[in-house]
């Protein structure tokens, strides 16, 4: 089964509330090593998703696209193939740690397209790049201010660019069946935690609302949930956050040792049987274009 994620001494803290205040490049879920290799994992999965919607987004040889919270940059090096040498990725995020692997991971792969930039999404900078297209992956429901941050993206594109970005709709319809109450639990926390540091996990249908307020035209839409069990390869994608997941809140101060100790040891017992399924959190995939003339 593996030991548990037992850290330091306990912290009797409160399970909803973020007493350690992050880093100004830090956010929610971290950004260390093991992040970097989690979020590896979790692009492996989404892969297959990601790539077939910027094939119907249109995503092409020869364009400039921004990768929007662009993480340690596994898409970017995707991106990076699509667009080939005619073309030009710029790669944003607020992590030096992050950009940094996305630099090395570039020169390494012979990506000469790749330009990281630094920036705080959180102030919604983004430079007015004319840009053909932009990805983002579960940036939205970090940020605090999401529509400033749309706005900035609009500006970002060239009239007639195209969006796409996966966001969540339904957060805690992440779970386990048969029930695993201390799984529930630790979504619950998860969601309260990330609000407290000034997200919002179902962030989807906001951003719905928004779009055609702020000059978008919306392309297309699809919800994106799976029920796997733990032989299926999704699986792995939640699977795969939970001993981090754990860990984050422990350091956060938003779960204490024992609590954590206890869901993964449940975890473990759940993902040995074979009979189990988890049903993933709910996705939302939207493609949007800016409109051709400004408003």
């Known amino acids: 089964m593996g030991p548990g994620p037992r850290l330091a001494t306990p912290k009797p803290t409160s399970l909803v509330t973020v007493t350690k ?3 100004d490049d830090d956010y929610v879920l971290g950004t260390g090593d093991e992040e970097v290799e989690r979020l590896g994992l979790q692009h492996l999965v989404w892969r297959p998703r990601s790539t077939d919607a910027w094939r119907r987004a249109g995503f092409t040889v020869g364009q400039h696209l921004i990768d929007v919270g662009c993480g340690p940059g596994y898409a970017t090096l995707d991106l990076a193939a699509i667009v080939g040498p005619t073309g030009r990725i710029t790669a944003v995020d607020r992590s030096r740690h992050f950009l940094g692997v996305v630099d090395a991971r570039s020169r390494h792969h012979g990506f000469r397209n ?3 930039l630094e920036r705080d ?3 919604a900078a983004l430079p007015e790049l004319g840009a053909d297209g932009v990805w983002c992956r579960w940036v939205f429901a970090f940020v605090k201010r999401p529509r400033d941050l749309l706005v900035a993206i609009r500006n970002a594109l060239k009239p007639g660019g195209v969006l796409v970005f996966h966001e969540y709709f339904n957060y805690a319809s992440l779970r386990l069946i048969p029930t695993v109450p201390e799984f529930d639990a630790f979504v619950a926390t998860v969601m309260s935690s990330w609000r407290a540091s000034g997200g919002e996990p179902d ?7 928004w779009l055609p307020e702020l000059g978008f035209r919306i392309v297309e839409t699809r919800p994106i949930v799976d029920l796997v069990s733990p032989r299926n390869f999704v699986w792995h994608w939640p699977g795969g956050f939970v001993r981090s997941g754990l860990q984050r809140l422990v350091e956060l101060g938003s779960m204490t040792n024992a609590t954590a100790d206890k869901t993964w040891e449940t975890f473990n017992a ?3 049987n074979p009979h189990v399924q988890m049903c993933t959190p709910g996705v939302l995939e939207v493609i949007a274009a ?3 003339i400004d408003d």
């Open 21 to 23: 205040p992050l880093a």
């Open 114 to 116: 790749v330009s990281p």
């Open 290 to 292: 800016r409109n051709d």
């Open 270 to 272: 759940a993902a040995a």
């Open 203 to 209: 962030i989807g249908p906001d951003l719905l609302r």
């Open 121 to 123: 999404l959180d102030d």
